[in-house]
Nanobody, 120 residues
C-alpha cells in the first residue's frame, strides 16, 4: 500500500514564502512524475508544477519565476518552494505522484491536501 503525506502549508503574508513537502511511503518500486495541483474555493483544480523522474520541470504561467519544484529520490519526497506569494495563490495544494507499487502497475496517487492561505 502506498501513502502520500503532505506538509508545509499554512498562513503567510503577501510576499512571503512556504515550502510544501510530499513524502511517499509503503511498498513500491519506483516513483515517476511528481505533480502539484491546487484548488481555490469555487474553482477547478489546476496543475501548478510538475517534475519528471529525470528532473525535467514544467510550471503554470501564473507561478513561473516564483515557485520551484524539486524532488529528493533518496527520501521519496517531492517539494514545492513557493516564493513571492500573493493572495491569488490561496488554495488547497495537492501532490499527485505516479508510482509503481509492488502489487500494481503504475498509477497516480494523491496526497491529502494542505491549505495555503496568503493574507495580511
Amino acid at each position: 500500500q502506498v501513502q502520500l503525506v503532505e506538509s508545509g502549508g499554512g498562513l503567510v503574508q503577501p510576499g512571503g514564502s512556504l515550502r510544501l513537502s510530499c513524502a511517499a511511503s509503503g511498498s513500491f518500486l519506483s516513483i515517476y512524475d511528481i505533480n502539484w495541483y491546487r484548488q481555490a474555493p469555487g474553482k477547478q483544480r489546476e496543475l501548478v508544477a510538475g517534475i519528471t523522474s529525470g528532473g525535467s520541470t514544467n510550471y503554470a504561467d501564473s507561478v513561473k519565476g516564483r515557485f520551484t519544484i524539486a524532488r529528493d529520490n533518496t527520501k521519496n519526497t517531492g517539494y514545492l518552494q513557493m516564493d513571492s506569494l500573493t493572495p491569488e495563490d490561496t488554495a488547497v495544494y495537492y501532490c499527485n505522484v505516479f508510482i509503481r507499487a509492488t502489487t500494481t502497475g503504475v498509477r497516480g496517487y494523491w496526497g491529502q491536501g494542505t491549505q495555503v492561505t496568503v493574507s495580511s
